[in-house]
């Protein structure tokens, strides 16, 4: 009902950068939530920013100041900007929406595929 594209990820150096984008489209009414989760080998899947569709934002302590979520809800992408990436930011990154869904009117929550970020030299 709700498909996801992401893209930008890939290899960089410690202390670059990288912008992640989502693309939403399907059975959407409107979007509540969209945000960014990311999984590193061997750890659990945890929240790296959300933003609501006011413009609200959060982010994880780790990467506050480094990182930047942005929503453009013309196209219903979520951008995840990255600065000074640090090899632990090595991980796969998933993006989430939360939206209304069209014809049933049902809230709808999905994931991305994931899109794959190593910070590595």
């Known amino acids: 009902q709700v498909q996801l594209v992401e893209s930008g990820g890939g290899l960089v150096q410690p202390g670059g950068s990288l912008r992640l984008s989502c693309a939403a489209s399907g059975s959407i009414f409107s979007i509540y939530a969209m945000g960014w989760y990311r999984q590193a080998p061997g750890k659990q899947r945890e929240l790296v920013a959300t933003i609501t569709s006011g413009g609200s934002t959060n982010y994880a302590d780790s990467v506050k100041g480094r990182f930047t979520i942005s929503r453009d809800n013309a196209k219903d992408t979520v951008y995840l900007q990255m600065n000074s990436l640090k090899p632990e930011d090595t991980a796969v990154y998933y993006c989430?929406?939360?939206?209304?869904?069209?014809?049933?009117?049902?809230?709808?929550?999905?994931w991305g595929q994931g899109t794959h970020v190593t910070v590595s030299s």
């Open positions: 989430n929406v939360d939206v209304l869904a069209s014809v049933t009117f049902r809230r709808v929550n999905s």
